[in-house]
């Protein structure tokens, strides 16, 4: 069995903490480095829900995409929600690493997870890595279809082919307009507007779209070009695909090294949103 060491190494070739935004928080939050691992969970959220799951299934390490503590803290004491996260794992001897941004513009990423899980063809990243001489890291995803179809046809297959939750999927623009170009960001995207226009994307697929970002993107429209059609997500709907293809990299590690890792993707919805209501506006 390997060392939680020999595993977090794995993991960060796969995905630099160096190359994480500076704001960000990854790495190890727990964990002892000599202490073996058997089995592993993928999950989006470090909440509770996920650290219970881990316990049943009896993992020695979490990986999450989401830190847990992202703006730092003082205290992990078991009073406050994060703390008894904390408790629970140090009490059954799991770890918890992180990968976020440096997931997000790793290749393959978060996006690549995203553009699969849609059946899209990656042509290259939507903000290229200027560190990345193969052109391949980077922001976001610019993909191809393999046929043209509709912006409602392109909104349902999105909301067959992603986790369901109670948002489900948001549409801005013609719905019957034709896309065959997508650029698409896991998590929050409404920043990469700009990118998206210039890469003359006909669609793009995100989470997090705020009204006037939204309502500025479906104004804009340049004379070679028709407004942007925008289809909107789930936060926790489009980056959990990056668990799957994960947890298949870390498979595949395993199995070069002789590890014999138990790799698990959590199910459990952990989109905080629970329900949704509609007075008969349009869908």
């Known amino acids: 069995m390997p060392r939680l060491s020999e595993v977090i ?27 073996e691992v058997r089995r592993v969970l993928f999950a989006v959220d470090p909440v509770q829900e996920i650290a219970d799951e881990a316990v049943r299934l009896g993992a020695d390490l979490i990986v999450t995409h989401h830190p847990l503590y ?26 918890l690493h992180v990968a976020h941004t440096n997931a997000d513009s790793a290749d393959p990423g978060v996006s690549d997870a995203l553009a699969g899980a849609l059946d899209l063809r990656v042509v290259g990243p939507l903000v290229p890595d200027a560190t990345d001489p193969s052109g391949r890291r980077g922001l ?33 623009g013609d719905t019957e307009a034709l896309v065959k170009t997508v650029a698409v960001s896991g998590g929050s995207g409404d920043g990469l507007f700009d990118a998206v226009r210039a890469s003359g994307a006909d669609a793009f697929l995100t989470a997090d779209l705020r009204h006037h970002p939204v309502s500025e993107a479906t104004q804009h429209a340049s004379p070679s070009s028709g407004p942007l059609g925008l289809v909107d997500a789930a936060h926790w709907a489009t980056e959990w695909p990056w668990c799957e293809q994960a947890a298949a990299q870390l498979d595949e590690i395993s199995d070069r090294h002789g590890w014999d890792l138990r790799v698990h993707v959590s199910k459990t919805v952990t989109d905080p949103w629970s329900s949704h209501h509609s007075s008969g506006a349009p869908n």
């Open 9 to 35: 190494a794995a993991l960060d070739a796969l995905w630099p903490p160096e190359r994480a935004e500076g704001w960000d928080a990854v790495g190890t939050v727990c964990g002892e480095p000599d202490a």
């Open 70 to 95: 992202l703006r730092g803290t003082t205290t992990v004491a078991a009073g406050h929600f994060k703390g008894r996260v904390v408790h629970t794992l140090i009490k059954h001897d799991i770890a």
């Open 140 to 172: 976001g995803r610019i993909c191809e279809l393999d046929h043209p179809e509709t912006l409602g046809g392109f909104a349902a297959r999105a909301a067959a082919r992603l986790p369901a939750t109670a948002q489900g999927i948001r549409v801005a």
